[in-house]
Structure formats: C-alpha cells, structure tokens
C-alpha cells in the first residue's frame, strides 16, 4: 500500500521560508517520477514542480522559478520542496505526488497523492 506524508508547512511571512518534506512508504522510490502540486481555496489545483526518477530533471511553474527547490532522497525515500521568497500568493494546501516513470507536470498524470500539508503566507 503506498502512503505519502507530507510535513513542514505552517504560517510564515512574505519573504520567509518553509521546506516541505514528503516521506513515503509502499513503492520503489527510485522508481518514482515525484511532484509538488497546490491548490488554494476557489482555485484549480496546479502543479509546482516535478523531478525525474533519477533527480536528473526537475521543472517549475514560472510562478515559482527562482524561489522553490525540489530535491529528492533515496535512502530516505523523501521529497522536498525548499520555498524561499515566499509570497502571499503561495498561500495554498501542498500535496505530494507519485507517478512511476517518466517526468509530467499535470495533476492527471499523478496516481498517488499525500493528504496535504498547509502553507500560510502573511503579507
């Protein structure tokens, strides 16, 4: 059974940084392409950024290029997101995501997903 966990959100200023750690259980992480999407109250969920199985590719939305770094651990089976230059736009519930193979960034290609974890950015 997979099972995702993500932690490290909360409430930070504009400006601030969080780091988002995603643990997860029940599948071959290294076999994993892993995404970081969110969706804010009334909106769509969109995708943030995306890494290759093999962490050789990653891609961001151009809303947080610059500012967020996604990085993965395989002896810890984790994904991160690294959010610096937080923005009160950022603001959203955070999930993980799992896809075996290859790098996509929509939500519809994502099989398993985590439960979420909320950000807050105050301006």
């Known amino acids: 059974q997979v099972q995702m966990v993500e932690s490290g959100g909360g409430l930070a200023q504009a400006g601030g940084s969080l780091r988002l750690s995603c643990t997860t259980s029940?599948?071959?992480?290294?076999?994993?392409?892993m995404g970081w999407f969110r969706q804010a109250p009334g909106k769509e969920r969109e995708g943030v950024s995306c890494?290759?199985?093999?962490?050789?590719?990653?891609d961001y939305a151009d809303s947080v290029k610059g500012r967020f770094t996604i990085s993965r651990d395989s002896a810890e089976n984790t994904l991160y997101l690294q959010m610096n230059s937080l923005k009160p736009e950022d603001t959203a519930m955070y999930y993980c995501?799992?896809?075996?193979?290859?790098?996509?960034?929509?939500?519809?290609?994502?099989?398993?997903w985590g439960q979420g974890t909320q950000v807050t950015v105050s301006s």
């Open positions: 890494i290759h199985w093999s962490g050789s590719r990653t």
């Open positions: 029940g599948l071959t992480f290294d076999h994993y392409a």
């Open positions: 995501a799992a896809r075996l193979g290859g790098l996509r960034s929509g939500p519809e290609d994502f099989p398993y």
